[in-house]
Each structure stands twice: as C-alpha cells, then as structure tokens.
C-alpha cells in the first residue's frame, strides 16, 4: 500500500511541472523588429499615400518612390514621428535621397528631430523616374511617411512645354541658390518681329533663356531680372539687338530671387503678333 501511495504522490508531482512548463510558454513577451526593406528591396511609397514605417535604432530603413504628378520639385512629409532610445538628442532621423538603387548618388540629406518636411532643396526630380530613399534612426522610431509633387515644376529632362497662344499659369518654388522651374517653346514662324513672350508674376525672379535642350547654353548674352508685365523678346534678344529667330525651340529656367525660401506664381505667354 506504501507503494501505491508513493506512486500517485510522483504522478502529482509529474502533473504539475508539466502544468507549470505550459503556463510559462504561454506568457513569451514578443519583442517589436523595426526597421523597413533592406538596400535591394526597398518598400515602395504612392506619390500622394502616406505609409506607415519604422527604423531601428543606429539603423537604415530604405524605400523608393516614382514621381507621378509630374516633373518637377518633390517633398517629404514625416509626421507622427516617435523616437524612443535614442543615442542623440540632435537628430531624430536622417533622410537621404538617391537617383540610384546602388545609393551611390546622392542628391540630398537632411535631418529632422520632429515630425517635418522634407523638401530635398526644391531640386527637380524627374517623372517617372525611380527615386530612392535611406532613412537613419538615432533611435528605435515610428512615422508616417509621405511625398508629393512641390511648388517648382518642370525639369532638365522634361520641361513644361509652353503652347503659343495660350497662357501658362506657373510657379517656382525655392531660394535664389534652390528651386527651379523649366520650360521650352517654339517660336512662330515668319518674321522673327512677330514674336512675343511676356510675363506677368508676382515677384521679380531670374529667367535665362537658353538654346539647348540640356540647359547650358545661354541663348541670351546675359541672365535676366524678370518684372511683372515683361515683354521678353525684347529682354531676350540675340547679341542685345536682334530679335528670337523663327520656328526655333528654346528652353526657359526661372528661378526665385528670395534669400528664404517662398513660392512665386507667374502667367507666360508665347504667341506672335497675330495671336498665332
């Protein structure tokens, strides 16, 4: 009978580890990862969506985005941002912009200790070109992440193209040093007396004139202050006296004059006497 005692006293004793190893599996603390795609794969933002990302502290999250709205200058928004841990009280996170996806071309970094905008010195970035983003964490952080098309518009690669007759309403967004607006146009053909392109904006800026597509050669002999009510073929005659040429495409860069940043609006139009 001692025996039989004996047995079922090991049998409770057996029942309850096995009781007491279940509880603990049961009560496993899962612990968060952050941190978003990696260098070769990196996490796709909607020009125009906000995403929610992560990144880990003293670590990188990537991510690309394609401009959608056009070309012209983009930004970023990071809001709702929240770092924990951190291993510096100056910077929250950095962001840093690439044109490559070896992120060996760097277009711009800045950095940002509260939610913020972003906007990558108001340079102009391509449509539908691919446009990628490494994002350092200071700090275990979370954030919401959003790009957009800014105020500037237009690039080297695609220029707004200007229709003769019709009025274009414009804007560059920017500095004196950062922010630009590009355009091209044809001029009439016929006499080169027949060509007009005014201008009418909001606060004087530089427009330069230039003859080749790659926005280097200026077709002018000098930059150009541009006033409200401008009439340009006379600002942007050839040698200082003769007129545009005929049925010539040029290519027209305006930027701000502000020493801070600010957005200016504008109407250009190009159009012959005629109307044409």
């Known amino acids: 009978m001692k025996v039989f005692y004996y047995l079922v006293f090991v049998l409770i004793l057996i029942i309850g580890a096995c009781s007491l190893d279940t509880e603990e599996s049961s009560s496993t603390t899962t612990t968060t990862v952050y941190g978003d795609g990696s260098a ?3 996490v796709d933002l909607t020009d125009g969506t906000a995403k929610e990302g992560s990144v880990a502290k003293s670590g990188y999250s990537y991510y690309k985005f394609t401009p959608a709205s056009g070309s012209g200058s983009y930004k970023l928004a990071i809001a709702s941002l929240s770092i924990t841990d951190s291993a510096s ?14 992120y060996s071309s760097e277009l711009d970094n800045e950095s940002c200790q509260a939610s913020c905008t ?10 539908g070109s691919i446009y990628y983003l490494k994002i350092y964490g200071y700090g275990k952080g979370t954030y919401s992440l959003t790009v957009s098309q800014g105020g500037s518009e ?5 220029p707004v193209a200007l229709t003769l007759g019709t009025t274009h309403s414009g804007k560059v967004e920017g500095t004196s040093t950062y922010g630009k607006s590009y355009y091209k146009f044809t001029t009439a053909s ?25 926005f280097s050669t200026l077709a002018s002999s000098t930059h150009s202050v541009c006033e409200a009510g401008d009439n340009l073929t006379a600002t942007f005659a050839i040698d200082g006296s003769n007129p545009l040429p005929a049925s010539t495409t040029y290519y027209l860069r305006i930027e701000g004059e502000s020493t801070t940043a600010k ?13 044409d």
């Not at 957005?263 to 109307?275: P, R």
């Open 118 to 127: 972003l906007n990558f010195n108001y340079q102009a970035l391509d449509n």
């Open 89 to 102: 009280d100056n910077s929250s996170v950095t962001t840093y912009l690439y044109s490559d996806s070896g």
């Open 40 to 42: 070769s794969s990196p």
């Open 154 to 158: 237009g690039s080297v690669n695609n």
């Open 263 to 275: 957005a200016s609006t504008y109407n250009i139009t190009v159009a012959s006497d005629s109307g």
């Open 190 to 214: 016929g006499s080169p007396d027949a060509i007009n392109l005014t201008m009418t904006n909001s606060d004087s800026m530089d427009c330069d004139l230039y003859s080749d597509s790659g």
